[in-house]
């Protein structure tokens, strides 16, 4: 799959959807439905892939597949091409900055991940896709609860509040309070406030 072989790859796919179409009772188990989706995605890649290097397309499914299976390393592999991801249809760019976001906040790239989430919070913003906007801004605050600066944090937390109540988002809403509860227990030691929050 990844050298590319797709024949090979494709065949070991298929055998795969097909054990699940043959004994549809595996399918109550959650890691065989999650083993199903992930078959199903990778042969469609195969099928998209073709030639000694993988096409966007390829690259784009491959990076979506790693970010599902939270295998950020992967996802981080293909980091340099963003910027060409990017250049393929808008609607797929916020899933894609998305896992470059999450794969960097996990290895601990928090000012990276921070940049990556902010880009994500401007595109939800201009898509008016308000819910996922709320969480991302959170994410930002979690950034820079990170990087050891509570202003940042509160900045960004703040923000997440505002939207949620602006568009009555009330997990938003409630996530950002959470974040100032612990910039205000642990960063500022206003108990007081962090327990009103």
Known sequence: FYVPNHADAARSFRAAVDVAEKHPEILGDENARYALGHAKINLKA???GAGDAPSLAMVA?????AMAARDWPEVLRWE???EELLTLAEASHPQLI???AW????QGHYEKASRLFQKRVQLLGKMERYSEQG???CKVGDCFVRLNDAKGADT?????????DQHGLYSAEC???LGLGRVAMYMHKEFEDAEEL
């Open 46 to 48: 195969c099928e998209v």
């Open 61 to 65: 499914l491959m990076v979506k597949t």
């Open 80 to 82: 340099s091409r963003l």
């Open 98 to 100: 998305s896992a470059f």
């Open 103 to 106: 794969a960097n906040f996990d």
């Open 135 to 137: 969480k991302d801004m």
């Open 156 to 164: 960004w937390y703040q923000h997440a509040r505002k939207l949620g």
């Open 175 to 177: 996530a950002a309070c």
